[in-house]
């Protein structure tokens, strides 16, 4: 590094005694740098930063290295003087997990551009075999003419936040990978539950019905007739009833065209049975994955339920959109609305378990409403194959 001129001391104690325009407590700080050797000063500060910097020259060749960048790179300083920095950091790559080329490097990129550049992140492997991953400054350094003669590079380890980011992110894969297997499992319970329920259940109702039909037919009495038809419209009834309950349990329809298929089928019992009017607008680029179509429909059978139930309205409007890789899910009501805010809310805890379905697969839920002014309930799951193509 170049030498600093030292200063006279004696000037700086007649300036001490004479007072020179300063305050009495800048001398004492002044003198004492003056009396030192500024380089060993400037040397002993770069040699206990917790960062590696090392000087290079035009060419990339390593002139200077403190202590850190030796424990960083994994060579001695004296290995280090003299050699290019990309020998130095065999198997190079970017943040990307791609090699990283020359162009890539910090202190290419600060003496081309003239200018600092910050947080290149930047992993290589050590001549002992193990990887490290760094985040890189890089500032130009140029002469008295202003011309570029090399770069100074500082480099901090950020091996230990990269590991942990790369666990936490595979522990997030594991967890995904858990709800949608237990997304399954439940799902397939409700398939079982439903398909016996209609091989036995629903068959059992069908043939008490055409018994009571024929017995009716061969009894003359009024009385007996009326009673037989008023029980054969209760196991009609039941009967009717009983499918409804299939429906919800699993609708064959999310299997075979899809969640926008099964509530449209979903609104129709609605409308019917309630007198809620409904618009359905089906916009998805493609079919979600069985398990996040799954858990659209959950959703929305929630979201229509606290409709039919609490919300007196008169038309719903259901919407499905292919956004920021993944569905959107929208439930929209001219009812009465509610406070959100509030403490009152009907049926929170359907509020709730809509918002939790949303988290566990990693998506959201959001509830905007307001008194008189209706509700609307947005969701959205992401879907790694879109994800993938995204």
Known sequence: MPRVERRDP??????????????????????????????????????????????????????????????????????MIGRAMIDLTRESLGRNGKPAGASNRPSLMAMEQNRPVYGIQLSFRRP????????????????????VTGAVVSLRDITEQVLAGEELAAMGHARRHLIDRLVSAQEEERRRIAADMHDDSLQVMGAISLRLARVRQRTHDQGTQEAMDELQGTVELAAT???????NLRPPVLDREGVAAALRGYLERMRDD?????????????????????????????????VRKHAAASRVDVSLDSRWAGSLLTVRDDGKGFAVDGRRRPDS????????????????????????????????????????TA
């Open 10 to 79: 004696r000037r700086t104690a007649s300036r001490r005694q004479t007072g020179g325009g300063r305050r009495s407590t800048d001398f004492s700080l002044e003198a004492a740098v003056l009396n030192s050797d500024l380089n060993l000063i400037l040397g002993s500060v770069v040699e206990t930063v917790a960062e590696g910097i090392c000087i290079l020259d035009r060419k990339s060749l390593v002139r200077f290295a403190n202590r850190e960048a030796e424990r960083i790179l994994g060579v001695s300083r004296q290995a």
């Open 128 to 147: 002992d075999g193990t990887r490290i991953h760094l985040s890189c400054n890089a500032a130009p350094l140029r002469d008295a003419s202003g011309k």
């Open 241 to 247: 009833r009983l499918r409804h309950l299939l429906f």
């Open 274 to 306: 309630a007198g809620v009017h409904y618009r359905l607008h089906d916009r998805l680029a493609a079919e979600p994955s069985l398990e996040r179509r799954t858990q659209l429909f959950r959703i929305a059978q929630e979201a229509l339920v606290n």
């Open 349 to 388: 805890l359907g509020l709730l378990a809509m918002s939790e379905r949303a988290e566990m697969m990693g998506g959201w839920c959001e509830v905007q409403s307001a008194e008189g002014e209706g509700t609307r309930v947005r969701v959205w799951l992401p879907d790694p194959a879109q994800e993938r």
